[in-house]
């Protein structure tokens, strides 16, 4: 990128919003854009491009690499529901039941719908996506987990509400790693 002159106040802003894990865009002289995400930084020159991808999965315990973005996606079937069990930005836990494959990973389709976990209303992912404050240069380069028309996850953000991990069945653990 060659030479940047970034004041203090900018560098400031990055390393709060890394300690707080939250998404924030940063666009600097030159046409640099910083973005955090799920306590990643990254920097890139001008702006993200819209990917267009899917990736299809028909086995509970199988590894994806989304080649787009280099991140991997983990599934693993697990007997139990972890007793410590928590949400986390990187994995979640999603009830299994057999009926549920093939799964899919995709970028965002329009009129795509959510029910997020917690709640007994769809709701557009564009309102969504509103609602926790991603910017729209960014939501175009999330990736979901479908079943169907079905969106069951946005990593690093909800589950919905169809799959909710439940403690007396089988649960699939899905993790994504960068």
Known sequence: FGELNVNRTIIKQIGCSLDQSEYRMFMLPKGV??????????VSKGLPEILDYTYDISDP????HIKEIDTHITFSLLKVLPKSF???SNYCFLSYVPEMFPLRLR???????IIPYGSSKKTTLKRYFINQKIPK???DSKFLLTKGADILWVPGYHTSALY????????LKVEVRQ
């Not at 909710?164 to 649960?171: E, F, G, I, Q």
Request: hydrophobic share 30%.
């Open 33 to 42: 854009m910083v973005t955090i995400d799920q306590k990643t930084l990254r």
């Open 61 to 64: 315990n199988q590894t994806v």
């Open 86 to 88: 928590m949400s986390h």
């Open 107 to 113: 970028t965002r389709k329009p009129g795509d719908q």
């Open 137 to 139: 240069l960014i939501r």
């Open 164 to 171: 909710k991990a439940r403690k007396d069945v089988s649960v």
